[in-house]
């Protein structure tokens, strides 16, 4: 099989490789790097990467549309096939970068012509971002995320001692989970964010004095609810969508929905193929360079 051209999904640690005939999907593949693919290649042709950090000079400067900032050809690759990367946005104040989110939100516009609200993209960082006219007009980035593995890595919930658990870990929405505990810790924080270091000991202690761990739901919902407290411009009132796997954006879903603030929600993977066949027709246009 030689695919017409290669998309390639980098989520964090993870590569997902699509080989390619115009729209369509022949083949998936789990790579370990570019050097991983296991098709055969023309001369030539296209592998389109998003998720890889670019050069902030390739960053286009916000608003301007998800794939505006067009693509760079990388001079680096040895193996067959010519790689192109997706440039990514920044923003100047707040000071915030994105890349393989911006394909994921050009993905759900493909999905959703004509779309205007805020998406939030959730993962180890989290991303508001204002759409209108089919351009991210402003955002808002947050490690909740990675702040919440490492804290409950701390609380002594994940095993394996120090080393922090890869952006796999789920510890999110599940079998087991309390969704009032959720809430109130959530309702806790979002009325009052400067306390979220106090809620967290006032958790911990807790736990401790029953014999257990700071509870997920606790940890969850305190970080989550100041996040909320600090996007509000974003949600509130807004027409809103959530990108990302369905676990991770569950107690998102859940922490709005308490808030009146309904929400469509989107598979990240989706998206960002999604995104990667709209990157490969602005390319075939003549926008790579």
């Not at 290669?6 to 570019?34: C, E, F, N, P, W």
């Amino acid at each position: 099989m030689q695919p017409e051209w290669i998309a390639v999904d980098q989520d964090g640690h993870k590569i997902a490789a699509y080989a390619m005939r115009g729209d369509t999907v022949l083949a998936r593949h789990s790579a370990a790097g570019l050097n991983d693919l296991p098709w055969d290649m023309a001369p030539g042709t296209m592998i389109l990467v998003n998720g890889a950090a670019p050069s902030p000079a390739n960053y286009t400067i916000v608003p301007a549309a998800p794939l505006g900032a067009g693509f760079l050809r990388s001079m680096d690759h040895q193996g067959p096939g010519d790689v192109y990367y997706i440039n990514g946005l920044q923003q100047k104040a707040p000071a915030a970068v994105m890349n393989g989110p911006a394909c994921a939100i050009a993905g759900f516009l493909a999905a959703h012509p004509g779309w205007d609200g805020v998406v939030c993209l959730v993962g180890d960082d989290s991303i508001w971002a204002q759409i209108s006219a089919n351009e991210v007009v402003s955002f808002q980035s947050f490690v909740t995320g990675r702040l919440c593995r490492l804290l409950w890595q701390e609380a002594g919930l994940l095993p394996g001692g120090g080393a922090l658990p890869d952006a796999d870990t789920d510890i999110s929405a599940s079998d087991g989970f309390d969704p009032d505990l959720f809430l109130s810790s959530l309702q806790n924080t979002l009325a009052r964010p400067e306390r979220l270091a106090a809620h967290l000991a006032e958790h911990q202690a807790q736990a401790l004095l029953t014999g257990g761990v700071l509870p997920r739901e606790a940890l969850l919902g305190a970080t989550i609810g100041a996040e909320l407290a600090a996007a509000k411009p974003y949600w509130l009132g807004q027409n809103l969508a959530l990108i990302g796997d369905h676990d991770a954006c569950a107690p998102y879903a859940a922490a709005l929905g308490a808030q009146g603030a309904p929400v469509t929600i989107a598979e990240g993977a989706q998206m960002r193929l999604a995104g990667l066949i709209a990157a490969r027709h602005l390319a075939a246009g003549g926008q790579a360079a």
